[in-house]
């Protein structure tokens, strides 16, 4: 009886948890309520579309059914609100049904990514090729500007490079092969040094081109982009190239946690009925992995209880993701098991 209690929920039913929505509004005889929450039901929608999916998937699936989003929404809550100078202003922290928000993308044929943050060592170089001269920190605009807005729709947070003026002089040494170089002496200062961008921006007479170094979980990539010419006095264009690029390394980093829901791949995992204290922790575990798209319990007798369980990865992505539970998995017979 136990057993069936606590076993035959779907995997997907915890939540995307979207916090910091901010929202104000006139404070009127108009004012609702109703029409404030439904404005941060749809606020947090977006951030979680841009933190999920890769750029080029946002008009597929970024809604403006009102309706649609509402049955998303599993809760919400009001963090903060207050009234001042005729105006309302509200935080709020909305969680949507994962299940619910993974059932939507599949029918659109868009796969997610984990939502993980992830915190970078940022480094940006700028050099402009006409004055023959190389600007770092204050004097570098991408460096005065990149963590300028708080923006919550991105997964990568920035550490900027510390102003060092020895940084400055190893640069300044290598800026002839500026792209060739891999700046161990300096990323290596940081505890951050395993997860890195730099990126170096070049100024000629008609264009900004850029060269960006990659490294984050050992996975590393160079790209380059280019953007036309403009002077920095103009706000708008700087905030537009800022907001190009970090959708840009978002994208890469989604991709990294990219799952594919067209892999199925069906396991059966024994476990030992007697243990009920390990049983009920493999299925808060079962719940959590996101690359487990759902599971039941197949059979189970005095000895074994079987689960039958559907992931979108492979089996060595899969038992990488138990090991992070400290649950060590064998296989005989196409059947896992638990190493205890």
């Known amino acids: 009886i136990y057993l069936f209690i606590f076993s035959t929920k779907n995997v997907l039913a915890n939540t995307y948890k979207i916090e910091?929505?901010?929202?104000?509004?006139?404070?009127?005889?108009?004012?609702?309520k109703d029409e404030i929450i439904e404005k941060a039901f749809e606020s947090a929608f977006k951030i979680l579309?841009?933190?999920i999916v890769e750029s080029k998937n946002y008009d597929l699936v970024n809604t403006q059914n009102l309706k649609l989003i509402k049955s998303f929404v599993e809760s919400f809550s009001v963090v903060d609100e207050k009234f001042e100078n005729n105006k309302y202003y509200g935080v709020f922290e909305i969680n949507f049904n994962k299940s619910k928000i993974?059932?939507?993308?599949?029918?659109?044929?868009?796969?997610?990514?984990?939502?993980?943050?992830?915190?970078?060592?940022?480094?940006?170089?700028?050099?402009?090729?006409?004055?023959?001269?190389?600007?770092?920190?204050?004097?570098?605009?991408?460096?005065?500007?990149?963590?300028?807005?708080?923006?919550?729709?991105f997964l990568l947070n920035y550490i900027l490079q510390n102003e060092d003026l020895?940084?400055?002089?190893?640069?300044?040494?290598?800026?002839?092969?500026?792209?060739?170089?891999?700046?161990?002496?300096?990323?290596?200062?940081?505890?951050?040094?395993?997860?890195?961008?730099?990126?170096?921006?070049f100024r000629d007479e008609k264009n900004f081109k850029t060269f960006s170094k990659i490294n984050i979980n050992s996975i590393k990539?160079?790209?380059?982009?280019?953007?036309?010419?403009?002077?920095?006095?103009?706000?708008?264009?700087?905030?537009?190239?800022?907001?190009?690029?970090?959708i840009r390394y978002d994208d890469e980093w989604k991709k990294i946690n990219l799952i594919n829901s067209s892999i199925k791949l069906n396991i059966q995992l024994n476990i030992d009925s007697r243990n009920i204290i390990l049983i009920e922790k493999i299925e808060n575990i079962l719940k959590e992995i996101e690359l487990i798209e759902k599971y039941k319990i197949g059979f189970f007798d005095s000895e074994i209880t079987s689960y039958f369980i559907l992931s979108?990865?492979?089996?060595?992505?899969?038992?990488?993701?138990?090991?992070?539970?400290?649950?060590?998995?064998s296989v005989e017979d196409n059947i896992w098991k638990l190493n205890e």
């Open 20 to 32: 910091n929505i901010e929202i104000s509004d006139e404070y009127n005889t108009n004012f609702d």
């Open 49 to 51: 579309i841009r933190k």
């Open 102 to 153: 993974l059932s939507y993308l599949r029918n659109k044929n868009v796969f997610h990514s984990r939502m993980i943050e992830k915190k970078v060592l940022f480094v940006p170089v700028f050099i402009n090729l006409d004055k023959e001269s190389l600007l770092l920190f204050g004097d570098n605009p991408f460096y005065k500007n990149w963590n300028l807005e708080n923006d919550n729709q």
């Open 166 to 201: 020895e940084d400055y002089k190893l640069i300044q040494e290598r800026i002839n092969f500026i792209e060739n170089y891999d700046f161990e002496e300096i990323i290596s200062k940081y505890e951050l040094n395993q997860n890195f961008i730099i990126l170096i921006i």
């Open 221 to 246: 990539l160079n790209f380059k982009e280019e953007f036309e010419l403009f002077e920095f006095e103009d706000e708008d264009k700087l905030k537009k190239l800022i907001n190009f690029m970090k």
């Open 312 to 329: 979108n990865s492979t089996p060595d992505k899969l038992k990488n993701e138990f090991d992070k539970y400290n649950i060590k998995i």
